[in-house]
């Protein structure tokens, strides 16, 4: 198997998992599961589960590298790129139609698939880098701290568009309304 082989599973694989972990919080809710699933329909939310589903499947990934003895570099750095740029990347496809014609499930899902297959295409090309030790170090520390901005945004989100739950019309994983 060859890398890029290893990728283009990545990419079905992450997007296979953006709709399990979709409902993960609503099936098991606590403090946990709420650091790493939406807990809500917001936007916001939505990019902590793509976030979540391309760390989740690094997981995945690590085992199909080492198990088919492919060669590759950088995958914490790999990882926390490709994870990180999937927010941006969706977010810049995804708004301006929202603005425009509002939330459309079908929309939502074919931008969350195109934003896998270029950040998979980003990760790709940092694995065939050239080895960046130090950095790898930085990025698994990154995936931390990201987490950690991720469950506080969780339980205190930024009182705007892109936090507010238009299902529920609430914030965050409280039950307070607007």
């Known amino acids: 198997m060859s890398l890029k082989r290893a990728k283009i599973i990545s990419a079905i694989g992450i997007f296979l998992l953006c709709f399990l972990f979709h409902f993960i919080y609503e099936l098991i809710p606590n403090s946990l599961t709420a650091i790493f699933f939406p807990v809500n329909e917001s936007i916001w939310e939505h990019q902590k589960l793509m976030f979540t589903s391309v760390i989740m499947w690094g997981i995945v990934e690590y085992i199909i590298l080492q198990k088919f003895k492919i060669k590759y570099n950088n995958f914490f750095t790999s990882l926390f790129i490709s994870a990180l740029t999937i927010i941006p990347i969706f977010l810049t496809i995804y708004l301006p139609f929202y603005y425009k014609i509002g939330p459309k499930m079908f929309l939502n899902i074919g931008v969350m698939g195109l934003a896998i297959i ?58 307070y309304n607007v």
């Open 118 to 175: 270029i950040s998979q295409v980003i990760s790709y090309f940092i694995l065939k880098a050239k080895d960046f030790k130090k950095l790898n170090i930085i990025s698994f520390i990154l995936i931390i701290i990201c987490y950690i901005i991720l469950a506080y945004l969780t339980y205190n989100p930024i009182k705007c568009e892109l936090f507010f739950d238009i299902k529920d019309e609430k914030y965050g994983i409280n039950n």
